[in-house]
């Protein structure tokens, strides 16, 4: 991840990615540097646009959180609606006893 993240920072500073670039990155860091990884890290990266590449991942988790919000919502209206009947079976009670009082005044 760290030559990932060394490349990212590249980037995001305007600087070019490169062997070198992503090498001082980790060196800096004080990471080990597997010069194998950091050849194939800017082979992988040469057909990749990274700001497209940042784009699409910032909007995938959001793409699947929102579906999952959903039955959160649907459950808090169905508990909304629940405690609506609720209040109104209990209202209707009411109206039904003060009935039976006024019943037993005129007996």
Known sequence: MEYVYSALILHATG???TEEGVTNVLNAAGAAINEARVKALIAALESVDIDDAIAKATFAPAAVSAPQAAPAEKKEEVKAEEEEEEKEKEKEEEEETGM???GALFG
């Open 100 to 102: 039976e009082g006024l």
């Open 15 to 17: 600087k070019e990615v």
